[in-house]
Nanobody, 115 residues
Framework: QVQLVESGGGLVQPGGSLRLSCAAS????????LGWYRQAPGKQRELVAR???????NYADFVKGRFTISRDNAKNTVYLQMNSLKPDDTAVYYC?????????WGQGTQVTVSS
């Protein structure tokens, strides 16, 4: 029974920061590439950041220099530190664990950036 449980979303003012967490159970996450995706109303789900089993990272251009993805394999947890948030960052954020063709998804957490 695989679960990805997210926390840390909420309402924040422009320029503020949030830290998203996603704790996995039912898998040994060190075998999986982990990532964060987001989806705004009327838009496609898009990649925000990924981190491989070896620790290599990949970021979407629109978050480079502002967001940082990290993982703690001992805790089966992946994090997304979000700084300098903009209204365009408003979306539902999903965490993902991937091993070959197998994908698991979190329930999604709402991030709203508004003054």
């Amino acid at each position: 029974q695989v679960q990805l449980v997210e926390s840390g979303g909420g309402l924040v003012q422009p320029g503020g920061s949030l830290r998203l967490s996603c704790a996995a159970s039912g898998i040994i996450s060190r075998f999986y590439d982990l990532g964060w995706y987001r989806q705004a109303p009327g838009k496609q789900r898009e990649l925000v950041a990924r981190i491989t089993t070896g620790g290599s990272t990949n970021y979407a251009d629109f978050v480079k220099g502002r967001f940082t993805i990290s993982r703690d394999n001992a805790k089966n947890t992946v994090y997304l530190q979000m700084n300098s948030l903009k209204p365009d960052d408003t979306a539902v954020y999903y965490c993902n664990a991937q091993l070959s063709r197998t994908n698991y998804w979190g329930q999604g957490t709402q991030v709203t950036v508004s003054s």
